[in-house]
């Protein structure tokens, strides 16, 4: 097996991620089950993050962090109407594309903050809101943590060749063209969310943002990916909690998961999603049998759906116009350079 396919687990972060999440544990087994478990995916936007070397970079982590709760908040609010989701999600979507592109710092827009909007509008205000402060709660302890973590040794950094500087016009034009391509998958996502009339809305539409990348080949690593760790998470904790498990068990699980998605956070293999079906499916599990057997349908079928709407929009639509235009490029040169008929 090639060394770029395999899965790169690290023990040192495991226990950042074990220690992360043991806040999230005590939650569970002294105050609420379900309220611990979302302190548990608030850790997650800051601990998947890694630790940067200088301690000084640290604290910004939390920005990240309070960033997805913000906009977790914002679209709880946009999700009291379904119009109003639609169209707000279609416009910053399409905004935060283009910002992406001409501030490094704002690379977080679609990879995180758009999908956390999205992710919010499943629970309108305001219960939307205590799940943002509960998450923004589990993000401060995340950060805390990571800025006590021992100091680590910056990557050696490898010398490159300087390639050809892209063309500035063709790469605004490319920008704006995947911002649209980008808000068409995220935006239908979400229209489909309503009118299929399921209980989350807005999953078919925040994993087409997750999954969605400029580059083709990384998009369909990552819908193929996220797909299957995200079957094999929410089956495995489905036949766990069918079980009956105690609450002691549960909190195990937990930690444990998050402990596993930190610690191959690095690897190829895009199979984090494997750790938060599983929680997710916790939070399910809690509320009831018949809670359990809807959001495992659902979050299997609204993930397949979008990661089909990320490989169109991103791979199957570009391709069919490139060949349209090619071909129409080749017809018309072709009736040019054809000779007069004799006579």
């Not at 990240?64 to 999600?89: C, D, E, I, R």
């Not at 943590?145 to 063709?170: K, R, S």
């Not at 580059?215 to 369909?220: F, I, N, R, S, V």
């Not at 068990?249 to 293999?269: E, F, P, Y």
């Amino acid at each position: 097996m090639r060394d770029d396919a395999a899965i790169t687990w690290d023990w040192a972060e495991a226990r950042r991620g074990a220690l992360t999440a043991l806040p999230a544990a005590v939650i569970m087994l002294a105050v609420d089950v379900r309220l611990g478990i979302v302190f548990a995916l608030g850790t997650l936007p800051v601990a998947m993050l890694g630790v940067p070397p200088h301690r000084a970079q640290r604290p910004r982590l939390g920005l990240a962090g309070l960033a997805f709760a913000v906009s977790y908040a914002a679209g709880s609010v946009l999700g009291l109407q379904a119009v109003v989701a639609v169209a707000g999600l279609t416009v910053l979507a399409y905004a935060g594309v283009l910002f992406s592109a001409r501030k490094p710092a704002a690379k977080l827009l679609p990879a995180m903050m758009l999908p956390a909007l999205a992710l919010g509008m499943n629970h309108p205000a305001p219960d939307g809101f205590v799940v943002a402060g509960v998450m923004l709660a589990g993000c401060a302890w995340a950060t805390l943590i990571t800025y006590c973590w021992p100091q680590t040794h910056p990557p050696a950094v490898t010398a490159t060749t300087p390639g050809q500087a892209p063309d500035p016009a063709a790469a605004r034009r490319a920008t704006r063209i995947y911002a649209v391509l980008f808000t068409a998958a995220a935006g239908l996502g979400l229209v489909l969310g309503y009118v299929l009339n399921v209980v989350h809305v807005a999953w078919a539409a925040a994993a087409a943002m997750f999954i969605m990348r400029p580059d083709p080949g990384l998009l369909t690593s990552r819908a193929i990916g996220r797909t299957v760790a995200t079957f094999a998470g929410v089956v495995a904790a489905s036949l766990l909690l069918r079980r009956g498990p105690t609450e002691i068990a549960l909190a195990i699980v937990t930690v444990a998961a998050i402990a596993a998605m930190v610690a191959v956070r690095t690897s190829r293999w895009y199979i984090a999603p494997a750790g938060s079906g599983i929680i997710v499916m916790l939070v399910s599990g809690a509320a009831g049998t018949r809670v359990l057997d809807v959001t495992l349908t659902e979050r299997i079928t609204e993930t397949t759906l979008g990661a089909g709407l990320a490989l169109f929009f991103g791979i199957a639509l570009p391709t069919g116009l490139r060949w349209l235009t090619r071909r129409r490029v080749t017809n018309r040169t072709g009736h040019a350079t054809v000779p007069p008929a004799a006579g």
